[in-house]
T-cell receptor
Framework: KAGVTQTPRYLIKTRGQQVTLSCSPISGHRSVSWYQQTPGQGLQFLFEYFSETQRNKGNFPGRFSGRQFSNSRSEMNVSTLELGDSALYLC???????????????FGSGTQLSVL | KNEVEQSPQNLTAQEGEFITINCSYSVGISALHWLQQHPGGGIVSLFMLSSGKKKHGRLIATINIQEKHSSLHITASHPRDSAVYICARNAGGTSYGKLTFGQGTILTVHP
């Protein structure tokens, strides 16, 4: 079973540009969540999608947005990039929306975004 | 004060030692996750706990809901256990899935 796939692995952008990151969950998983990881702030929750609907959102500005397609693949978009957006962006998938006794989150390897 | 606090921030051990990493949270939870992150970024989910204790190999996770505290134990530690260990609180109800993370514990196990 293929794992969670994130593309691209590395990305370099300049301030003011926009970027789109992609996440393909494990086959059959319908929930995809996104996280930002920086040395200063650690891991922070961005948003979660389930069945093409955003279910939860973290405390990030509106420049951060996402969507989920009918095949559960998800994209996140950051518009008007700032230097502080440089981070590792991780996505994770899980089977269902509600908790299950042995639920596990499966993480992708992340996209390292550098904003110059 | 962060919602989720881990201690210690850094931990150095000799191979074979018993290791404990602690996680305290200030707001009620529906579940708590323990994650392992190796250099290079990959994160592996170790446990999800809502009560009691779970064990997998040399790893044991416990949670005390009343005290809002969880521990991750590693028995007979090995250099390959060197990684960052992160706990994450999972909010309940309609916010289930909205994780709040601790700052991580950097574990180094020397041979």
């Amino acid at each position: 079973k293929a794992g969670v796939t994130q593309t691209p692995r590395y990305l370099i952008k300049t301030r003011g540009q926009q970027v789109t990151l992609s996440c393909s969950p494990i086959s059959g998983h319908r929930s995809v969540s996104w996280y930002q990881q920086t040395p200063g702030q650690g891991l922070q929750f961005l948003f979660e999608y389930f069945s093409e609907t955003q279910r939860n959102k973290g405390n990030f500005p509106g420049r951060f947005s996402g969507r989920q397609f009918s095949n559960s693949r998800s994209e996140m978009n950051v518009s008007t990039l700032e230097l502080g957006d440089s981070a590792l962006y991780l996505c994770a998938s899980r089977l269902a929306l509600q908790p299950a006794p042995n639920e596990k989150l499966f993480f992708g390897s992340g996209t390292q975004l550098s904003v110059l | 004060k962060n919602e989720v606090e881990q201690s210690p921030q850094n931990l150095t051990a000799q191979e074979g030692e018993f290791i404990t990493i602690n996680c305290s949270y200030s707001v009620g939870i529906s579940a708590l996750h323990w994650l392992q992150q190796h250099p290079g970024g990959g994160i592996v989910s170790l446990f999800m706990l809502s009560s009691g204790k779970k064990k997998h190999g040399r790893l044991i996770a416990t949670i005390n809901i009343q005290e809002k505290h969880s521990s991750l134990h590693i028995t007979a530690s090995h250099p390959r256990d060197s990684a960052v260990y992160i706990c994450a609180r999972n909010a309940g109800g309609t916010s289930y899935g909205k994780l709040t993370f601790g700052q991580g514990t950097i574990l180094t196990v020397h041979p």
